[in-house]
Each structure stands twice: as structure tokens, then as C-alpha cells.
């Protein structure tokens, strides 16, 4: 591919009449054609449905890798994308960790001329977390790392996500809004100095990644009632994306219906059985009606098709 592309670049660039800013690169710029292509597979082939909601949810994710101006991303914002936290938020079961792995998956990452390959490899550059599984001792030894011995069965040295994290790649923190205080503030410190120490150590190490956050909780209540640190939320608020129910979904267009029950069941038998599909949509719209709240949004969906 980038020997097609260079031998098109370099005939375009010598054509009469043609102008081509000077600091263009043709490296760079086939690394945005790279990550143009892997935003629309992410942003297209895993948030489905037709409904405006889905819509402005798409469009959404897409600022969120390539800002609103494309041009100035190009030229300079694709080195600084990493210093913007994004903030996902939306009802539990409505998909907040695909637009996460969307985002995450779709950074820009640099073509090397001399080896002609991209310099990581997007699969392996998404580190999800979630923090609701974990105690908050835990939740500090996966972020941050531990030294030997700084804890009950701390055996050796162990490297976090923050650390194992590259330059280029994508920290997803899940059910941030029930982060423990005390490591909000050690967060605080990552996303203010890009430093952070291990437990038990006290060496600074650097990050360099991007931080996405996700919840389904109300970050202003808590603050109102001191469970989540406010000058913490102003760290991490810059760019917020919200994720849409199943409901405001189909209410906005109900023949999306059909296509989530035909995903799911692509999903269980590995194949397009469009009879069970028209099945399970019938007996939803008979036994349920059209004003079903599906208040478990897609997972309750789900668990309908499979009954």
C-alpha cells in the first residue's frame, strides 16, 4: 500500500498547476489515510442502528479522535490528541466501552519510510480496566504498579497500565464515578503532570497515553455529595460523549428493531437466520409494544433474544 500511494503522491506532486503546501509529508499524511480508515470501521461497523441519536453519537466519536476541523488536525492537533481525557457517560448497557475501543483504536499513529511500517500496532494499544471489579489496593497496583514487598502479596516488581501504556496508546478507565477518593487524586497528579510513582517507590515514571474514563453515574450528584472529587471532574470533562438508551433509540426509529435482534443473533449462532430474527422481533412488538422502556438497554435485549 505505501509503495501505491508513494508512486501516486510523488505523480500528483509533479503535475502542472499543482501546488502542494511545503510542509507536506507524504508519510504523514498516508498515516492519516490509515487512521481515516480505521476511525470510519470502528465509528461504522461496531455502533449499528439508523436513528438520529446513533447518528450525533457517531458524529461525536469522530470529534473526539479528529477534533472539528480536520485540516488543523492534520497540520498540528494529530501530536496533542493524547492531552485531552475523554469522558464517556450513559445508561449501564448502552455500549459506552465500544465507543471507548473505537476512539482508542483509531489514533493517530506514525508511518517509518525506512522500515515501511507504522511504528504500533493499533490492536494491541487499548488497555481497558474495570474499576468496579477491583479493590481500591488493586485498582492502584493494575493503574500505577507495585514495587516488591509494598503490600500482602507483593511478590516482585509489577508494571501498571500507566506504565505498560505507550506513547501512542489508550488507558480506558470503566465506572470511573466509583473510584475511590484517595486515587482520584493520584489520577489528579497523571492528568496534571504526566508523572505518577508505583506503589511503594518513589521514582517518578512518565505517561505519555491517552486517558478515556467511563460511567453510568451522575457525576454531579456525587460531587454535591463529596464522593467525587470536583477538581478532578474539571480534569477530565474537556471532552464528553454521551451514549444514547435503547429506548430514545427505538422511539426515533423503530426499525432498528430488526437489526439489533439480527446482530445478536449473528453474534450467538454465527450466522444470518433471518426467520428467528423476524420471530423474536414479532413476539417483542406483540408481548411488549413499542413503549417498552428496556431499561437494561441492550444487554436486557440480549438476554430477550436468548429467552
Known sequence: ????????????????????????????????????????????????GKSMPIAQLRSSIWESIFTHDMRRYYRDLYKHMNNFTTLIT???????????????????????????????NFVTS?????????SPTLIESELFGHKRGSFTGAVADRKGWLETCTARGTVFLDEIGE??????????????????????????????????????RNLADQMHDGQFRTDFYYRICSDMIRTPSLYEQLQDHR??????????????FYNDDDDLTREV?????????????????????????RN
Open 1 to 48: 500500500y505505501w509503495q501505491r500511494f508513494e508512486r501516486l503522491f510523488n505523480y500528483y506532486l509533479v503535475m502542472p498547476g499543482l501546488c502542494m503546501p511545503s510542509n507536506h509529508d507524504p508519510a504523514h499524511l498516508f498515516a492519516c489515510f490509515f487512521q481515516i480508515r480505521r476511525a470510519f470501521f470502528h465509528i461504522f461497523n461496531t455502533i449499528i
Open 90 to 120: 450513559g445508561p449501564s448497557g448502552t455500549g459506552k466501552e465500544l465507543v471507548a475501543r473505537a476512539i482508542g483504536q483509531s489514533g493517530y499513529i506514525p508511518f517509518n519510510k525506512k522500515t515501511k511500517q507504522f511504528e504500533e
Open 126 to 134: 487499548f488497555y481497558p480496566l474495570n474499576l468496579s471489579a477491583l
Open 179 to 216: 473510584l475511590d477518593p484517595t486515587i482520584q487524586v493520584k489520577l489528579l497528579r497523571v492528568l496534571q503532570a504526566r508523572t505518577f510513582q508505583r506503589l511503594g517507590e518513589t521514582k517518578n515514571h512518565s505517561f505519555q497515553g491517552k486517558i478515556v474514563a467511563a460511567t453510568n
Open 255 to 268: 426499525e432498528d428493531l430488526y437489526d439489533f435482534v439480527r446482530f445478536i443473533v449473528q453474534r450467538i
Open 281 to 305: 422481533v414479532k413476539w417483542i412488538e406483540e408481548h411488549l409494544g413499542n413503549d417498552y422502556a428496556w431499561t437494561g438497554n441492550f444487554r436486557e435485549l440480549e438476554q430477550c433474544t
